[in-house]
């Protein structure tokens, strides 16, 4: 079932696009017997073309640690042990449905986690699972990341998953907010070799300005860095843009007709002058002038906001700015600017108005947080569980698909505590930590190499549209289960179908698609009979039919034989290294569904917010705030335990500035105590003047020190947990995510008393 591209009696090569970050760059892996022994970038990748990061060149190390789990785990007498797949999902059945029977669907809570939009299975079947168990308790990583991006395209353009990306291969001008793509390799924005793309934009005379607290490695390639004080870019942005409105320099241009409340914006924004928010932000009035004339004099220009924008109390405002600006310079949906990608299984609709965006139509039981996108806060998923009160039952049930919230999300011991106390978890996850261990069934999926691979997310955020599929580079282990069968045993089994075929999900899902398909005048199979569409699907198993249907009903796909040339499954196996689809184009007003059919500017919610603004104008946080970092060698908490991928510069230390380091008595490499809202930690610090004053850095993922976990390598370094110092009470409220960066901390040596 490989791509085997070249063979030798002991070893061979397959090809298989890289889920370990959101650049989706294309491996080439050498394979001897069962065990992938290397990994290099493959050069005939369309899109990546054979570009890989260290991460990537250690699929291998990665693929078989030693640590992953083989089988399933179900607690009996209180201990996790060893069994057999179907003794598990009876168990998952047993725990799951009397859960919802007794205390209704709200108390079976699903959690989903990061590698969801790295796997086919976290594209195909988290909708499912939610839908079967009818539960509005959905948690996911999207709160502690990029929701407040989601509601501002929501509110935008009516589509909550329409979110332009920079157009970095065309750009003159690139406006880089809060991310560090050299690190991080980029995000809600793929595009291989992001660092090479970056050094190209300065070699064709293009220019680069970074705004981070840090001078990090995309800093130093930058024209311009701004040492923004955390925590303010919605202000700083909300002066550039008034700067472009009071200085004339706003210029829609192409966009005007598809323009609602344009008039609107000057007033809402009047108070935001560059002198104003010059001593919240801490950057002077001339260079946030020099930001907006720069922006408005590019031939084209792109902005582009990442973590650092999104995780601040104000993530949704900033996040909304960052669009405003593109529009207000005309850049959004042109070349050079920021594009809307148009993914190969993106459902091809006509532009117009549509059923627009709605936040809050429930809300959390305990603090009342309001949904965005259906789902509540995961900093909320503790007191969900541990909190009684309010309509409805606590959450009693887990499922949890690939997420690590003990770590990722605020106050992990909180967490732990509540997660002990439920009546059934489980936890489809390749390793015992911080989290599954509180599970009563561990659902290990297969490693990487014995999965297939296709980009559903990120084809949708990719700086060129593009397509690649790669099935597994090696045949499942004996006594395996795919991660697509494992989650559609869950959906069975959260539905109350426990032990149905899982083959019937896919079934189901193809038939309803085609039914709506052949009743919609603007598809090409309109009017067809669904059968013999079914039938002409082609595809291994159920996942790839499903894929399969997705092409062809795609925008590039061949309808059926409506359009002969295009896109099917076969054709795509038949590419290896990709199919390229072209560079983004401009695609207003199609990808719009707002109830006008515009762009709306000022949208109601976000004009309720900006008095939250105002008020920030004046201020002025007294001492230390904490932000995080990334390092290229880890990724959030599950790589800690792959010895290729630790060590030397991968630690987990404190950033403090040489200044704040002398005023606080700290020594380089000595220990220090950091002191949130939420508790204290211990972690050696690292004077550095790559952060500004006033700003220390922790990176995220760590505090692999917890009893009852198998992750050995990363037990022996364990480092501390950074989200042990949030309480999970400060969150961007439009969109509930949780506020990571510019979190007030106090530190000091330790070894003083507290
Ligand atoms: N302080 C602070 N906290 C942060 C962040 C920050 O910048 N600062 N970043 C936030 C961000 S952006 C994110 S996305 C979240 C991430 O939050 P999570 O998604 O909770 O964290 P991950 O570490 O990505 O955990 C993923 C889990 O998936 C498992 N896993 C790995 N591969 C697979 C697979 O193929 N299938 C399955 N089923 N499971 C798999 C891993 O073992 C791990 O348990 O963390 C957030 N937390
Ligand atoms: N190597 C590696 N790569 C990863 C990950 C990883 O953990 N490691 N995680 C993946 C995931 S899940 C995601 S979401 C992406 C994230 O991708 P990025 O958004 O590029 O993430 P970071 O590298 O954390 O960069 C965020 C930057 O924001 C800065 N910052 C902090 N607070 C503020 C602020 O208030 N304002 C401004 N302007 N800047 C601020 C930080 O100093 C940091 O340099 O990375 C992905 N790729
Ligand atoms: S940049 Fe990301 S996708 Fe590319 S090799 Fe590294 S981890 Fe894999
Ligand atoms: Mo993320």
Not at 715 to 720: E, H, N, W
């Amino acid at each position: 079932m490989s791509r085997t591209t070249g063979t030798s009696t002991d070893s061979r090569t397959a090809l298989r696009v890289c889920p370990l970050c959101e650049a989706t760059c294309g491996l080439t892996l050498t394979i001897e017997g069962t065990r992938v022994t290397g990994a290099r970038g493959d050069r005939e990748d369309v899109f990546s073309r054979g570009f890989v990061c260290p991460k990537g060149a250690a699929f291998g190390e990665l693929d078989g640690d030693p640590d992953r789990l083989r089988v399933p785990l179900v607690r009996r007498d209180g201990v996790l042990r060893e069994a057999g797949w179907d003794e598990a999902f009876d168990a998952v059945a047993a725990g799951l449905r009397p859960v919802a029977e007794r205390y209704g669907p709200h108390s079976v809570g699903v959690v989903l986690g990061n590698p969801n939009v790295h796997t086919v299975a976290g594209g195909l079947y988290p909708p499912l699972l939610v839908g079967a168990l009818g539960t509005r308790s959905v948690f996911t990583a999207s709160t502690l990341d990029q929701m407040p991006k989601h509601v501002s395209s929501g509110l935008l353009f009516g589509d909550a998953n329409a979110i332009p990306v920079p157009d970095l291969d065309r750009t003159d001008h690139l406006l880089l907010i809060g991310a560090n793509p050299l690190e991080s390799n980029g995000s809600l924005c793929t595009a291989p070799d992001f660092p090479g793309r970056l050094r190209a934009l300065r070699a064709r005379g293009g220019t680069l300005t970074v705004v981070d607290p840090r001078r990090t490695r995309t800093a130093r390639l930058a024209d311009r860095h701004v040492a923004v004080r955390p925590g303010t870019d919605a202000l700083l942005l909300a002066a550039v843009a008034r700067t472009l409105l009071a200085e004339g320099l706003a210029d829609p241009a192409h966009l005007v007709p598809h323009l609602q409340g344009l008039d609107d914006l000057p007033s809402a924004l009047a108070e935001f002058t560059p002198e104003a928010v010059a001593g919240a932000c801490d950057v002077d009035a001339g260079t946030v002038r020099a930001l907006a004339r720069e922006l408005a004099a590019a031939p084209t220009a792109a902005v582009y906001g990442r973590i650092g924008s999104c995780t601040v109390p104000h993530g949704t405002l900033a996040s909304w700015l960052v669009d405003v600006l593109n529009v207000l310079t005309g850049n959004l949906d042109r070349p050079g600017g920021a594009l809307f990608p148009l993914a190969a299984t993106a459902v091809p609709r006509p532009g117009g108005p549509g059923r627009g965006f709605d936040l809050g139509r429930w809300h959390s039981r305990v603090s009342r947080h309001p949904e965005a996108k259906g789902e509540l806060p995961t900093a909320a998923l503790a007191e969900e569980i541990d909190t009684a009160g309010g309509e409805g039952a606590p959450v009693r049930a887990l499922v949890c698909v690939a997420a690590n919230p003990v770590l990722s999300a605020p106050d992990g011991l909180r967490l732990d505590k509540a997660l002990g106390s439920l009546d059934f978890m489980v936890c489809v996850d390749p390793y015992l930590n911080e989290t599954s261990r509180h599970a009563d069934v561990v659902l290990p999926p297969p490693p990487p190499a014995q999965s297939p691979h296709f980009d559903f997310a990120f084809n949708t955020l990719a700086v060129r549209n593009q397509v690649r599929y790669t099935r597994a580079a090696v045949p499942l282990e004996p006594g395996r289960r795919a991660e697509t069968e494992i989650l559609a045993r869950l959906v069975l089994a959260a539905g109350g179908r426990h032990g149905a075929d899982p083959g019937a999900v896919d079934t189901a899902v193809v038939e309803r698609t085609l039914r709506k398909a052949v009743g919609d005048p603007h598809s090409p199979v309109h009017g067809r009979d669904p059968r013999d569409l079914a039938a002409a699907l082609t595809g291994a198993d159920g996942p790839e039919r499903r894929l399969d249907l997705m092409l062809r009903l795609g925008p590039y796909g061949d309808g059926f034989g409506a359009r002969p040339d295009g896109l099917t499954l076969e054709r795509l196996l038949a590419a290896p290294h990709g199919i390229d689809l072209g560079p983004l184009r401009p695609r207003l007003p199609q990808p719009l569904r707002t109830r006008s059919g515009r762009i709306e500017l000022l949208p109601g919610p976000i004009a309720a917010d900006l008095p939250r603004l105002r008020a920030a104008l004046r201020e002025r946080p007294a001492g230390l705030v904490l932000v995080g970092r990334r390092h290229l060698r880890s990724n959030n908490s599950w790589m800690h335990n792959v010895p290729a991928l630790t060590g030397g510069s991968n630690r987990c230390t404190l950033h403090l500035h040489p200044d704040d380091a002398a005023r606080l008595g700290v020594a380089d490499g000595a220990p220090v105590r950091i002191k949130g809202a939420g508790g204290e930690v211990t972690a050696p610090a690292e004077v550095t003047d790559t952060v500004r004053r006033g700003v220390v850095s922790l990176p995220h993922g760590w505090g692999h020190d917890r009893p009852g976990t198998r992750t050995r390598h990363a037990a022996a370094d364990p480092g501390a947990n950074v989200n042990q110092l949030l309480d999970g009470r400060l969150l961007d409220p439009l969109s509930g995510t949780a506020v990571l960066n510019g979190v007030p901390v106090t530190v000091t040596p330790a070894g003083t008393p507290s």
